[in-house]
């Protein structure tokens, strides 16, 4: 129906993740909308972001603009623990706890045969890699509690427990306000196999 510049924009706009056709369309109306200066700030941002991020080389999050990003430069975390997540995202989320002062690795996804992502795909060699190097004592996988997640979570563990390094899960259950009756059986089995003792 749109052709030229217009199609184009939604049509890539389409290809994001989480955007469908009408996300797309409606997005592609908005930008023709507002000023030049603003649709140009949004072009700059996109270019100087893919300009001037790359992959931290040490734990593989983002990093703006130097070898490490700012976790891993930091001097103030615990070198003994390393936090296993999926992707960068997930340190945002952990950060926000404020309950977690040691190191991250990224592996960059999750094991998922289906989609043709093995171990090869992912920075398992480079975990490997940084468990020989000798100051990790704790490694807390917090991959996502989905198929894939318990498949990676699994793998690693596999991995890493003949090493000497204890290995650790997040727990799982039910959410802090939510009711019994809305917990699936998995949740609430979960919940069961993680209980523990009520300190008075």
């Known amino acids: 129906m749109f052709t030229g510049p217009l ?13 469908g056709p009408k996300s797309a369309q409606r997005i592609a109306f908005h930008i023709l909308k507002v000023p030049a200066e603003d649709a140009q700030r949004l072009s700059d941002a996109i270019v100087a972001v893919k300009e001037r991020t790359t992959l931290c080389d040490q734990c593989f999050n983002v990093a703006e603009g130097g070898a490490l990003c700012g976790v891993c ?3 103030r975390r615990e070198d003994t623990v390393l936090c296993v997540v999926e992707d960068p995202r997930d340190i945002v989320a952990m950060e926000r ?5 040691g190191r991250y690795h ?11 992502i093995g171990p090869e795909q992912l ?11 000798g ?4 490694v807390i996988v917090c991959t996502n509690p989905n198929l894939e997640g318990e498949a990676t979570a699994m793998y690693v563990a596999r991995l890493l427990t003949p ?3 204890q290995v650790s899960r997040l727990a799982s259950g039910l959410p802090v306000g939510g009711d ?11 919940a069961l196999e993680g209980r523990r003792t009520i300190e008075v």
């Open 135 to 138: 100051k990790i004592s704790e």
């Open 180 to 190: 019994l009756e809305y917990a699936d059986e998995l949740t609430l089995g979960r």
């Open 163 to 165: 090493l000497g390094v």
């Open 73 to 75: 430069s930091d001097g």
């Open 106 to 116: 990224v592996l960059g996804g999750a094991l998922n045969p289906l989609e043709g």
């Open 7 to 19: 199609r184009s924009l939604i049509d890539e706009l389409g290809r994001l993740p989480g955007i």
């Open 97 to 101: 706890t404020r309950q977690f002062r």
């Open 123 to 133: 920075k398992v060699r480079e975990l490997l890699a940084r468990i020989d190097a």
